[in-house]
């Protein structure tokens, strides 16, 4: 179930639940109002109905939690399937504290997506790669961008994340010195243990194997036609 923010709804019932819904639909992939139909009781703490698309009528699911009073908890409206669009990438914050500019680009180019504007979408993004890499490299911030992302291996000490591991994970290191008395271990030290070994799956692993797929995608889509280029 993916949440609905509260913001989204435009209009409501006379009882206070969501009657029309702003989505990005999954089936046309367009911003939609979805049209609810009348709210059902189930059990004393949820209401639920279906909604459809105004656009190409494709139906989901809507719930809603309800207070002791019947009355509708604020944040606590679901949707399912999900709507369509993209949502904020995870370490969000990271990109935050780096430039603000440079995520108010990502952001930009998301919500560009997001209201099918593909076009401004890719100029976006482009302009977003252009700052990042002026940004973690100023001193080549005149060479054309290919050249910037060339250099980045070059200039950039990529290596620093598994540098810190062997430090984390040496035997007098934070975690290191634990594995001799694993009766010394907590939570807290499981719990950074375990998010240290998904970041460096995601760095070594992930990552590349979802930039593979990417590729791959790239170089068997179809490639559009130029406007006005049709065929002969």
């Not at 019932?13 to 639909?25: D, K, V, W």
């Not at 399912?80 to 990271?94: K, Q």
């Not at 430039?99 to 990502?106: E, F, K, V």
């Not at 054309?144 to 992302?149: E, M, S, T």
Request: proline share 8%; hydrophobic share 40%.
């Amino acid at each position: 179930m993916h949440q609905i923010p509260d913001s989204s709804v435009h209009a409501r019932f006379a009882n206070g639940f969501a009657r029309s819904i702003e989505l990005i639909c999954p089936r046309c992939h367009e911003k939609s109002m979805f049209d609810a139909r009348p709210w059902q009781e189930h059990g004393r703490q949820i209401v639920a109905t279906e909604m459809s698309c105004t656009r190409c009528e494709n139906e989901g699911l809507l719930v809603q939690l309800v207070d002791e009073y019947g009355n509708c908890k604020p944040a606590s409206l679901f949707t399912w399937p999900e709507p369509g669009g993209r949502h904020s990438m995870p370490g969000l914050p990271h990109l935050q504290a780096l430039s603000g500019p440079l995520a108010r680009s990502y952001e930009s180019a998301l919500k560009l997506y997001n209201h099918a504007e593909w076009g401004a979408t890719a100029l976006t993004v482009r302009h977003l790669i252009e700052g990042l890499a002026a940004r973690l490299l100023p001193d080549k911030r005149e060479l054309p961008l290919p050249r910037q992302l060339d250099a980045l291996p070059r200039d950039l000490d990529l290596s620093r994340p598994l540098q810190d591991l062997s430090q984390l994970m040496a035997p007098d290191g934070a975690f290191g010195r634990h594995f001799d008395d694993e009766t010394s271990i907590d939570k807290v030290t499981a719990e950074h243990l375990l998010e240290l070994a998904e970041q460096l799956l995601q760095y070594l692993v992930v990552m590349p194997g979802e930039m593979a797929e990417l590729k791959s995608r790239i170089a068997t889509a179809p490639v559009p036609l130029r406007r006005g280029s049709g065929a002969a």
